[in-house]
């Protein structure tokens, strides 16, 4: 049986101005353009440290299929959960989808096919290896495009992360919905281009599965909001298991700081809302980082 049937079963800008003394204070004419343009460029100072954060976080952060633009989900996401004690499951199901939402996605309904996997273990290598093993062609469903490679296959099996993860995204049509890669087994597909440019490709990337595996014997002292929320991050964007965070003011910083992080940072929360409103077929990674770091420029301004 199918590794997704198996466990299917079981489971605001401020400013400040100076204000001159009144006996020497120019007329209103001439004060109003200075008052603007202190304004416009500590926007602009501002702006610009915002598109620097979002490079670095993608770069340093994301990892999206060779060659292939960050995916998100695009349509109504399945939560479920294996081998989690009942008490907690439907928590973390709940937790999950509330933070899917407020990214800006949607949850599917009960009954759903699942799409994120969240997977309970004491061992958490051996259960992977497990996944794997019972389900190839799920990880990797074509040898290109869909997920990072045989060699990142291989870490997500052997590594000793207390939480890993493996994401699987298919790049398709943005009219239609039609796959745009060919899978292992199937006809190849047919693509129709048009109204292409060098800003927007008629190709975006979906999510469309994703396994995480919790090892509970690495995470006794890791507060539970706060590594629901760790695992909706990995859920909602291709996080990269080997990135680094350093310095960075984000939940990835979780099990390296586990006493002060206890949910999303604001960062976190504007970086995913940002990801899931900006355009998605963007032709490369640089051109959507810009589009993204627009969005988080959007967000704070109207705070």
Not at 5 to 34: H, K, N
Not at 173 to 192: F, I, M, Q, S
Not at 200 to 222: E, G, H, Y
Request: glycine fraction near 6%; proline fraction near 6%; hydrophobic fraction near 40%.
């Amino acid at each position: 049986m199918a590794f997704w049937a198996m466990l299917a079963l079981s489971a605001g800008l401020t400013t400040s101005q100076a204000q001159a003394p009144v006996q020497s204070q120019a007329p209103a004419s001439t004060a109003a353009p200075s008052q603007v343009e202190d304004v416009e460029v500590v926007a602009r100072m501002r702006a610009a440290q915002v598109r620097e954060r979002v490079d670095a976080f993608i770069e340093t952060n994301m990892a999206p299929a060779p060659g292939r633009p960050l995916a998100r989900w695009n349509k109504p996401v399945c939560v479920a959960t294996a081998y989690l004690s009942p008490q907690y499951a439907q928590a973390v199901i709940d937790r999950v989808a509330a933070r899917i939402i407020e990214a800006g996605g949607d949850v599917a309904g009960p009954g759903c096919k699942a799409d994120v996997m969240i997977v309970g273990s004491e061992n958490g290598a051996e259960t992977a290896q497990t996944l794997v093993k019972s389900d190839p062609r799920g990880f990797r469903p074509s040898r290109s495009a869909t997920d990072r490679g045989s060699v990142a296959l291989r870490r997500f099996q052997e590594g000793d992360a207390p939480v890993r993860w493996w994401h699987v995204s298919l790049p398709v049509n943005v009219d239609t919905g039609e796959l745009a890669v060919h899978l292992d087994g199937e006809e190849y597909p047919t693509n129709t281009v048009r109204d292409a440019s060098r800003l927007r490709t008629n190709v975006r990337d979906d999510l469309a599965r994703i396994v995480v595996v919790i090892d509970f014997s690495k995470t006794a002292n890791i507060r539970m909001s706060a590594l629901v929320d760790y695992v909706a991050f990995v859920a909602l964007a291709q996080v990269n298991p080997d990135g680094d965070t350093a310095g960075q003011d984000t939940i990835l910083n979780l099990f390296a700081d586990p006493q002060n992080i206890t949910e999303l940072s604001q960062w976190d929360r504007d970086y995913l809302a940002a990801l899931y409103k900006a355009v998605p077929n963007r032709p490369n990674v640089r051109q959507q980082a810009r589009g993204i770091a627009e969005e988080v420029i959007r967000q704070r301004n109207g705070r």
